[in-house]
């Protein structure tokens, strides 16, 4: 239980300021969002306090709990909004209880500043930590997500990793084959090139992710490589993302170079066999010298299980894109 530093004037207005967010803690779920900001203000005032006590112990109660929050998927709006509404209770606070003793005026603006430098040390003590950890659980995401699209192209091991990784499987994924070609920035020597290619692989990384949604998987490189886009029953409301020659055009953009797709849909256990179907056709057709776009690869056991729409057998362009992007890289 925190309490106010031995021999410290419990009658100051930051006493009471720290009594009064303690009380609002007791009796409430430690899990609660509110409650657990107020302790957080608390220890700070303590910790920022002339006469303060614990040094560090606000800072590292503010930080473990955006910790526990960023794994947790809190957002860190919610986080902030919750700190920022805390310190107008305590300013409010602060105006109610400063009475007409001489005086009492420079405390009443001691105990702004104070607060004021406790709004301070959250805002940024929490963002800092969230953002940290919230890059930490992108990264264990990501790393479980390409070890789950790897056992699918593989086709051994699928459903132990997704028990693992908390992942779910489809019954139906629309298999796409992507060459990302080189963007100009990428033709010069050295590590310039390479960077240029990281760049263009995180916008496309990022324009695939709005409109095919967290539970589509990719395996890319600067290169391309597949993207495998989850087909669940469909339905009014939550219909199944789907490559369309528009996502292309747009991620086309993102990149800043003309993209060639092949597509083709089916069941989770046949996704080695389509994906290495998609990447000869893709080949193929960038061999023949056909135009970049979005090529539908379909015959009669695509349909089993996938609601994603059929077209007919050949491959044929959905939406070619041979217009040059002048984009830097």
Known sequence: MMGTQAGADTSSLEAKLVRFLMRRTRGTNGGDIAATVRHCLAEAVQQLQPRGARPGAGADAVAGSA????R???????????????IRQGLEFLADHADARDGSAAELLAGTQLMVRVLELVTV???AAYLDEHSVVAREHQTA???LVSALLSGHGVSALARRTGITVAPAYQVVALAIPPHPDERGPGIGAVSAGRRKLRRVQTALAAPLGSRSLSLLSADGGTVLIPQDAASAFAPSPTMTGEVLEVVGEAAGVPLSAAVICGATSRIPELAGRAHDELDHIRGSGHPPGLYRITDDSDADGCDC????RRPVVDTPND??????A
Request: net charge neutral; glycine share 12%.
């Open 67 to 70: 910790v526990r929050w960023a």
């Open 72 to 86: 947790e998927g809190v957002a860190l709006e919610t986080v902030l909004g919750a700190y920022h509404e805390g």
């Open 125 to 127: 003590t929490a963002s």
């Open 145 to 147: 997500a390409q070890t």
């Open 309 to 312: 729409a059929q077209l007919p």
């Open 323 to 328: 217009v040059r992007i002048g984009r830097s």
